[in-house]
């Protein structure tokens, strides 16, 4: 079993910045993969980035390119998203997610463990 617990949301104006974390314990020795997902009220849960963890290619959706920053503390079994200029429409609860399979990690039923979620509000 792995236990993940975000941190790092809150309240920012457009514009402006903030970094979530996500901790990972537990069996972490064989992730594949760790992954950032959102969800809005009333929207399905969406792919935000991914990473994976040995090597450090890294994913984006379209929607955050150029914006987000996806990144990982091995040593610390951590990762992070740096958020940019971040838009009301970045309004959501942040979900991480991990997976030891060989996925597509653009896809959330590749992922074995899920964060609780951190909640994300950009106000205009």
């Known amino acids: 079993q792995v236990q993940l617990v975000e941190s790092g949301g809150g309240l920012v104006q457009a514009g402006g910045s903030l970094r979530l974390s996500c901790a990972a314990s537990?069996?972490?020795?064989?992730?594949?993969?760790m992954g950032w997902f959102r969800q809005a009220p009333g929207r399905e849960r969406d792919f935000v980035a991914a990473?994976?963890?040995?090597?450090?290619?890294?994913f984006y959706a379209d929607s955050v390119k150029g914006r987000f920053t996806i990144s990982r503390d091995n040593a610390k079994n951590t990762l992070y998203l740096q958020m940019n200029s971040l838009e009301p429409g970045d309004t959501a609860v942040y979900y991480c997610?991990?997976?030891?399979?060989?996925?597509?990690?653009?896809?959330?039923?590749?992922?074995?463990?899920w964060g609780q979620g951190t909640q994300v509000t950009v106000s205009s």
């Open positions: 997610a991990s997976t030891r399979q060989g996925v597509a990690l653009r896809f959330r039923a590749g992922y074995d463990y």
């Open positions: 537990g069996r972490t020795d064989n992730t594949y993969g």
């Open positions: 990473i994976v963890w040995i090597g450090g290619t890294t």
